[in-house]
């Protein structure tokens, strides 16, 4: 397998050297060229499979045996095994058409945590035998940030920077990332929202000059790494459903702000995962929701929600998506890009936009019905859910057909996210490790909005760096 980008002006890429790229350096985003097929009689085979044996069957179409078997096991030993739950990522019966499946119980109590556990490893390892500097850039609504930094910190040969919107994610993710005080880590607070963030980051990839000097890796969703071992949770929570559902038809519904979760989920059901409707849930911030109902993609008013990590305007992996909408042309993708650059928004036509509406739903949820489907599902059934787990609920109950199954994705920790669950006067025990975060000392650098400043600190931390040996 080799990897292109969704403009077609990269030469194809093998996996590492696609996992280095990060961002293609034609400004697309790199995918593989073929999506392997999964046969019916495979996904029979691998019900019986565990998380960690799961994730190394579906790498291995697409590795392309640069890594060897035993080292890539290895690596998917170590990046799991500090999860709290032995299955990674539990699935959980609600009631007889909803179920839950637990993305939380990584060492960040946030879904991220999945694919950034296993990133700092495949990172180390490609450092340790290339002998290469990885300095690792990104911005974060909140999760990635966390969850990139607990994947890389204090591994040799790897620096890693995080830009985060200041005061504009939750209490628990700004100290999940300003509380780690190794050499390696740099965390930038930009007075800003996410998307000047990610502007940033996207200007710093595409300057190949810079690029190359300071070899920038991506963490974030633009890597299609990412991408990838998100699809194994897909897998794994419809092949471990109970007998009874068998049969059904199962709709995945998603909070997703970035469109990165959500795509594993198309990339899933074009290898033959056989699933119903992806429901995407946003909130107030709903770009994918008005993509959705009306074909129109344009970024709108920036609006702070009690689903931080979702708060962003301008979805990244939408290129991607947008790759395969308009029949793999890279040559119309690069249009639609540079008419979204240049007006500001890009439209697509009526039989575009009926088989988006076959392949997706979409639900942008507001502040008070994201707090009464807590309320709600606390008061029934005694689960919390954290908010963004709450728009996913609402978005299952809003498009699941009778009959039909959903599994809802749990993308954090309810403890994360306290400024909200206080509103409606629950209380909630905070495990340990979140706890004892506000009596640790803060490490950050509040910076402004303004792309010289920043890359002024990122020059004076990655020169820093020792060269490998």
């Given at each position: 397998?080799?990897?292109?980008?969704?403009?077609?002006?990269?030469?194809?890429?093998?996996?590492?050297?696609?996992?280095?790229?990060?961002?293609?350096?034609?400004?697309?985003?790199?995918?593989?060229?073929?999506?392997?097929?999964?046969?019916?009689?495979?996904?029979?085979?691998?019900?019986?499979?565990?998380?960690?044996?799961?994730?190394?069957?579906?790498?291995?179409?697409?590795?392309?045996?640069?890594?060897?078997?035993?080292?890539?096991?290895?690596?998917?030993?170590?990046?799991?095994?500090?999860?709290?739950?032995?299955?990674?990522?539990?699935?959980?019966?609600?009631?007889?058409?909803?179920?839950?499946?637990?993305?939380?119980?990584?060492?960040?109590?946030?879904?991220?945590?999945?694919?950034?556990?296993?990133?700092?490893?495949?990172?180390?390892?490609?450092?340790?035998?290339?002998?290469?500097?990885?300095?690792?850039?990104?911005?974060?609504?909140?999760?990635?940030?966390?969850?990139?930094?607990?994947?890389?910190?204090?591994?040799?040969?790897?620096?890693?920077?995080?830009?985060?919107?200041?005061?504009?994610?939750?209490?628990?993710?700004?100290?999940?990332?300003?509380?780690?005080?190794?050499?390696?880590?740099?965390?930038?607070?930009?007075?800003?929202?996410?998307?000047?963030?990610?502007?940033?980051?996207?200007?710093?990839?595409?300057?190949?000059?810079?690029?190359?000097?300071?070899?920038?890796?991506?963490?974030?969703?633009?890597?299609?790494?990412?991408?990838?071992?998100?699809?194994?949770?897909?897998?794994?929570?419809?092949?471990?459903?109970?007998?009874?559902?068998?049969?059904?038809?199962?709709?995945?519904?998603?909070?997703?702000?970035?469109?990165?979760?959500?795509?594993?989920?198309?990339?899933?059901?074009?290898?033959?995962?056989?699933?119903?409707?992806?429901?995407?849930?946003?909130?107030?911030?709903?770009?994918?929701?008005?993509?959705?109902?009306?074909?129109?993609?344009?970024?709108?008013?920036?609006?702070?929600?009690?689903?931080?990590?979702?708060?962003?305007?301008?979805?990244?992996?939408?290129?991607?998506?947008?790759?395969?909408?308009?029949?793999?042309?890279?040559?119309?993708?690069?249009?639609?890009?540079?008419?979204?650059?240049?007006?500001?928004?890009?439209?697509?036509?009526?039989?575009?936009?009926?088989?988006?509406?076959?392949?997706?739903?979409?639900?942008g949820v507001k502040n008070d019905e994201c707090l009464n489907v807590i309320g709600k599902y606390k008061?029934?059934?005694?689960?919390?859910?954290?908010?963004?787990?709450?728009?996913?609920?609402?978005?299952?109950?809003?498009?699941?057909?009778?009959?039909?199954?959903?599994?809802?994705?749990?993308?954090?920790?309810?403890?994360?996210?306290?400024?909200?669950?206080?509103?409606?006067?629950?209380?909630?025990?905070?495990?340990?490790?979140?706890?004892?975060?506000?009596?640790?000392?803060?490490?950050?650098?509040?910076?402004?909005?303004?792309?010289?400043e920043i890359t002024r600190q990122l020059e004076a931390f990655y020169t820093l760096s020792a060269e490998?040996?």
């Amino acid at each position: 397998m080799q990897y292109i980008s969704t403009r077609g002006k990269v030469e194809p890429k093998g996996f590492i050297d696609t996992v280095l790229m990060g961002l293609a350096d034609d400004g697309g985003l790199m995918i593989p060229d073929v999506i392997p097929s999964v046969s019916a009689q495979t996904l029979e085979e691998w019900r019986s499979l565990s998380f960690q044996e799961l994730f190394l069957k579906i790498f291995s179409y697409y590795t392309n045996g640069e890594i060897p078997d035993g080292d890539l096991k290895d690596m998917v030993k170590r990046s799991y095994a500090s999860f709290r739950h032995p299955e990674v990522t539990p699935l959980k019966e609600i009631n007889d058409s909803l179920y839950v499946l637990e993305l939380f119980h990584g060492p960040t109590f946030a879904f991220k945590d999945v694919a950034l556990q296993f990133m700092g490893e495949l990172y180390s390892y490609i450092s340790r035998v290339r002998g290469e500097i990885i300095h690792i850039l990104g911005a974060t609504s909140g999760d990635t940030g966390a969850a990139a930094i607990a994947g890389v910190r204090g591994k040799e040969g790897i620096k890693i920077c995080i830009l985060h919107p200041h005061n504009k994610v939750s209490k628990v993710q700004e100290l999940q990332m300003t509380t780690v005080d190794d050499a390696n880590v740099l965390n930038l607070s930009v007075k800003g929202n996410f998307d000047d963030c990610q502007q940033v980051i996207k200007e710093l990839f595409a300057d190949l000059d810079f690029k190359s000097q300071y070899h920038l890796r991506a963490i974030n969703s633009i890597n299609f790494v990412r991408i990838l071992a998100q699809t194994v949770y897909y897998f794994y929570a419809y092949l471990h459903l109970p007998q009874s559902a068998q049969g059904k038809t199962v709709n995945i519904s998603v909070p997703s702000g970035n469109f990165g979760n959500i795509f594993s989920g198309y990339l899933a059901k074009k290898m033959g995962l056989p699933i119903g409707k992806l429901i995407i849930a946003t909130n107030e911030n709903n770009i994918l929701e008005r993509f959705v109902k009306t074909g129109e993609y344009k970024p709108g008013d920036f609006k702070s929600t009690h689903s931080p990590s979702m708060d962003i305007q301008v979805a990244s992996n939408f290129e991607r998506y947008l790759y395969y909408l308009l029949g793999e042309d890279s040559v119309k993708v690069s249009d639609y890009m540079a008419k979204l650059q240049r007006a500001g928004v890009i439209t697509v036509d009526s039989a575009l936009l009926e088989q988006v509406q076959t392949e997706f739903a979409a639900l942008g949820v507001k502040n008070d019905e994201c707090l009464n489907v807590i309320g709600k599902y606390k008061q029934e059934s005694g689960y919390l859910l954290d908010p963004h787990t709450a728009c996913g609920i609402a978005a299952y109950e809003a498009y699941n057909g009778p009959g039909e199954i959903a599994i809802t994705f749990a993308t954090a920790h309810p403890a994360k996210f306290d400024e909200a669950i206080s509103l409606l006067k629950i209380s909630q025990e905070f495990p340990a490790q979140i706890a004892g975060l506000s009596a640790l000392p803060q490490h950050m650098t509040v910076v402004e909005h303004d792309k010289a400043e920043i890359t002024r600190q990122l020059e004076a931390f990655y020169t820093l760096s020792a060269e490998i040996g």
